[in-house]
């Protein structure tokens, strides 16, 4: 079969979709939840696109799938005044809760989310083409998060419930919530990068906003209802709307005490600079990256291809972890790029449910055209589209292309293209991949694909100062969760794991006493008397 009628073939008509992944007519959704609420938005809704569309006699249709509320800034300012006063300045139910108790309302809500998996999974495929089995796997992913997230807390309770004795001062030292927190996550993790910090968050005290991503907006919904039965009224809401408006109200307000944003660093710099106290706000952010795929001289080829291929090209290379660019020494850069081609070529496209489906449409109106003028640019520089159907587009999907020679005058070079675009440059010298490292803006991962362990290592001791991981003959990725994820320069900011984002959403205080018996005395009452929530040597178990 060519490329060609793979792509005449490739959107369905609607008896072609299996029963069980077809959706029920549109929603249009007006629920958005404040203060423990359900409210009804009766203003302007925004329209929900699907990046599939449906083969009709008159032609492809893109699919609707719905519409969200489009909030103005006045109502999300009252679904942030209600976190405000859930907080009430460190005061409320939820702040001052007992950790176990925490713990058990995030397991409550956690129940009651495994519950909505097939809704939500259906929805990650219609919303954003992510495939079956990449749905399901964000899914389950998130849950084991949670409950990973749930026991890192007990063993940090376990630790903070035995007082400590320094030069004479007894204290006790317990992490704490920092305040309202604001969290927005990205549309290629709609569900699994929002929830890593929204629910570290949450069960450290804090109280939220939350605003879906951009798309996978319509797969929250199955959730409002647990979210609004699992905690006390106005620790979480749930807005939605414009960025642009509702999000740049909630930041002047000042009333935002931490900010976790998985998005562009433009776009957080410039949230960032509207809070009028920038010394009170921490933020937690995932940003833009470019990771780049060295292989050297010496390799093992089949794997550094294996590698390369899913790293830049799965869920269409619309991972912040994603590789973005690759070097491949000279000496093997046409042995690599057949075998590359030839794996790429074995891919198939198709629509997110069908089995075994790799390339999907992208959900990003007018990405196809921004793809094309990348491979253009690269194109009238000098390089070429070296595989079969490379670019090749149709409605929302294009399929990848592999482009080569790359040299840094392309825009492909410096630019995050986020999609199925894959920039391979030619290298002679290590320099050249040392120097690229070296003045990227960007500084989360990069990968060496190598076997000579004295070219490997000096690779690793130029990058260990730059990135926040490096990957030998491995793609980039950011788990397994219990890793660090960070990045420097343009690419993030603080570390993301289950036990950091514990400690990022949250702070330490010390209770601090001199060690003297009418002291000792003092604190062995409150504690034997339980008459604090923070002096306790209480232990989870
Ligand atoms: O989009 C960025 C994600 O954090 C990447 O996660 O490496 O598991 O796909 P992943």
Known sequence: MNRNSRLTDLFPSLDRIPEQYRLEGQTEQREYLVDGELRFWKGPLATVRSPVYLS????????????????????????????????????????????????HHVEQFLSRMREQREAVVKLLMWEIGKNLKDSEKEFDRTCDYIVDTINALKQLDRRSSRFELEQGTLGQIRRVPLGVTLCMGPYNYPLNETFTTLIPALIMGNTVVFKPAKFGVLLIRPLLEAFRDSFPAGVINLIYGSGR?????????????????????????????????????????????KNPGIVLPEVDLDNAVNEAVTGSLSFNGQRCTALKILFVHESVVDAFLDKFNAKLSALKPGMPWEPGVALTPLPEQGKTDYLNELVADAQAKGASVVNEGG????????????????????????????????????????????????????????????????????????????????????????????????????????????????????IRTLVATRFDESNKELVSSIIRNRESSFLTTDYIF
């Open 56 to 103: 009709t006699p008159n032609g492809d249709e893109q699919v609707i799938l719905g519409s969200t509320p489009q909030l103005d800034s006045e109502t999300a300012l009252v679904a942030l005044d209600a976190a405000v006063r859930a907080y009430d300045s460190g005061q409320g139910a939820w702040p001052t809760m007992r950790v176990a108790e925490r713990i």
């Open 245 to 289: 408006e509702v999000v740049s109200a909630l930041m002047a307000s000042g009333k935002v005490d931490i900010f976790a944003f998985i998005g562009t660093n433009k776009g957080a710099s410039a949230l960032k600079k509207l809070h009028p106290k920038p010394h009170r706000l921490r933020a937690a952010l995932g940003l833009d990256a």
């Open 391 to 506: 670019g090749e587009v149709r409605g929302s999907f294009f399929f990848p292309a592999v482009l080569y020679p790359v040299s840094s005058d392309m825009r492909v070079y410096q630019e995050e293209q986020f999609g199925p675009v894959v920039p391979v440059v030619p290298y002679r010298g290590l320099k050249t991949v040392i120097d690229y490292v070296l003045q990227s803006d960007f500084g989360q991962q990069l990968s060496i694909f190598g076997k000579n362990s004295a070219e490997v290592g000096r690779l690793v001791d130029a990058f260990a100062n730059q990135v926040g991981r490096i990957n030998i003959n491995a793609q980039c990725q950011r788990g397994p969760d219990t890793y660090p994820f960070n990045g420097r320069k343009d690419s993030a900011e603080g570390t993301l794991s289950v036990h950091d984002a514990l400690r990022v959403f949250s």
